[in-house]
């Protein structure tokens, strides 16, 4: 029977991904890093929701990475921390939204709500609002830096995070 063992064991290591799963752990590393994840991430985040982690769990990860630290360190105000990020998510964004945006993150800090929660809902609410005609324009770019970063990852099948991948993408 140690045949039954390893089919269980290969079972619970190759555990099968969404499709939808695995863009909704992109689209929340373009939200957190603005960078393509490359296989090496990918995989990490794809086996702790396969672990039966959730996209918060995801979304908490990346806030925790060294690198996300770096960009963003944790001496950061509200203010500073939205105005920073947004600059890097949203870089299309209008005065006014840029202004509503940030205005909605750093209240969100100040009632308590993490960055991987803030992340998490702007990356959902992008994707979401490719119509909309105050965001669409907005969303629709994020969709295409998350569908390269995806051609960066899954078809090209690059191993390091590509920091520059996204650079000019709209």
Do not use: C, H
Not at 82 to 107: C, D, H, K, Q, R
Not at 131 to 136: C, I, M, N, P, S
């Amino acid at each position: 029977n140690s045949r039954n063992i390893i089919e269980i064991d290969l079972k619970e290591f190759y555990m099968a991904i969404t499709a939808e799963t695995r863009t909704d752990i992109i689209d929340l590393v373009v939200a957190a890093l603005d960078v393509a994840p490359g296989t090496e991430l990918l995989n990490e985040l794809v086996t702790l929701v396969d672990g039966g982690g959730s996209l918060a769990d995801v979304a908490a990860n990346l806030t925790a990475r060294a690198d996300y630290k770096a960009k963003y360190p944790t001496f950061q105000t509200a203010n500073e921390w939205a105005t920073e990020w947004l600059g890097n998510l949203i870089p299309e964004a209008s005065a006014e939204s840029m202004a509503e945006a940030i205005t909605v993150a750093e209240g969100m800090i100040n009632a308590g709500s993490s960055q991987a929660a803030i992340i998490q809902e702007a990356a959902t609410f992008l994707t979401a609002n490719t119509a909309d005609a105050t965001w669409g324009t907005i969303s629709t770019a994020f969709v295409n830096n998350s569908e390269v970063a995806a051609y960066y990852t899954i078809t090209v099948e690059k191993a390091a995070i590509g920091t520059d991948t996204l650079v000019g993408v709209d």
